[in-house]
Nanobody, 125 residues
Framework: QVQLVESGGGLVQAGGSLRLSCAAS????????MGWFRQAPGKERDIVAA????????YYADYVKGRFTISRDNAKNTVYLQMNSLKFEDTAVYYC??????????????????WGQGTQVTVAS
């Protein structure tokens, strides 16, 4: 049974930092590119960042470039999202997702077959 379990969300003041983790089980982690998406109330679920299976290639949405860092540890079957300089508009439910893909990174939501349950990030202004 494939599971992706996010953790690390919470309430933080604007300008603060959080580190999200996503632990994967039930799959061969190194066969998957991984992505972080977010969804604010009434909005679409949009990609935030993605990382290739090896960690050698990353992608960031323009609105988080320079503030967020995605990384992975294949030995621990875990992907991370370090979020710095958080803004009120970063408030959302954050989801990790897995794309069975050993090629390049894909940023389209439909490419990701497995999803976690999400973790709430709330940034107080």
């Amino acid at each position: 049974q494939v599971q992706l379990v996010e953790s690390g969300g919470g309430l933080v003041q604007a300008g603060g930092s959080l580190r999200l983790s996503c632990a994967a089980s039930g799959l061969t982690f190194s066969n998957y590119a991984m992505g972080w998406f977010r969804q604010a109330p009434g909005k679409e679920r949009d990609i935030v960042a993605a990382i290739s299976w090896s960690g050698g290639t990353t992608y960031y949405a323009d609105y988080v470039k320079g503030r967020f860092t995605i990384s992975r540890d294949n030995a621990k079957n875990t992907v991370y999202l370090q979020m710095n300089s958080l803004k009120f508009e970063d408030t959302a439910v954050y989801y990790c997702a897995a794309d069975r893909n050993r090629g390049g990174i894909r940023v389209v939501r439909a490419s990701y077959e497995r999803w976690g349950q999400g973790t709430q990030v709330t940034v107080a202004s």
